[in-house]
């Protein structure tokens, strides 16, 4: 038999939750994406914590090669120590220079007066061997 609104005696409307099978049935659904939801938020908590102790391990090294490059800098010399220790080390170069310049120069007069010298010495000798 049929009821006034069209539908056979016993039945339920599709989506109502008024049938106890309906109920179990929506109850079901919920409680699957209650479980779902479960899931994606230990998912989620776990690729947190993996990403986040990755990070701090990757903050840790970045730390570590920030605190040697800071060691390497202060090993490093000023522009104004390096500049001044230059200017010093090229004035004794310049002195050095200068040196050799006079010692050369005393040195070939030194040997012109030897040269000279023998030249005389030689000249004399010949002159005694000629007067006798």
Same mark, same amino acid.
């Given at each position: 038999?049929?009821?006034?609104?069209?539908?056979?005696?016993?039945?339920?409307?599709?989506?109502s939750c008024n049938s106890i099978a309906m109920r179990e049935y929506c109850e079901?659904?919920?409680?699957?994406?209650?479980?779902?939801?479960?899931?994606?938020?230990?998912?989620?908590?776990?690729?947190?914590?993996?990403?986040?102790?990755?990070?701090? #391990?990757?903050?840790?090294?970045?730390?570590?090669?920030?605190?040697?490059?800071?060691?390497?800098?202060?090993?490093?010399?000023?522009?104004?120590?390096?500049?001044?220790?230059?200017?010093?080390?090229?004035?004794?170069?310049? #002195?050095?220079?200068?040196?050799?310049?006079?010692?050369?120069?005393?040195?070939?007069?030194?040997?012109?007066?030897?040269?000279?010298?023998?030249?005389?010495?030689?000249?004399?000798?010949?002159?005694?061997?000629?007067?006798?």
């Open positions: 038999m049929t009821e006034p609104t069209g539908r056979a005696k016993g039945q339920t409307m599709p989506g079901e659904k919920m409680a699957h994406l209650a479980d779902r939801v479960e899931l994606q938020f230990k998912a989620i908590d776990t690729a947190y914590e993996k990403a986040s102790a990755i990070l701090d #391990e990757r903050l840790g090294r970045m730390n570590e090669f920030r605190e040697a490059m800071k060691d390497q800098a202060s090993t490093y010399v000023s522009r104004d120590v390096l500049e001044g220790r230059l200017s010093i080390l090229d004035r004794e170069i310049d #002195e050095l220079k200068t040196f050799r310049s006079e010692h050369k120069g005393a040195a070939s007069v030194l040997m012109v007066a030897i040269t000279l010298a023998i030249a005389v010495v030689s000249l004399v000798a010949s002159i005694v061997a000629m007067v006798q």
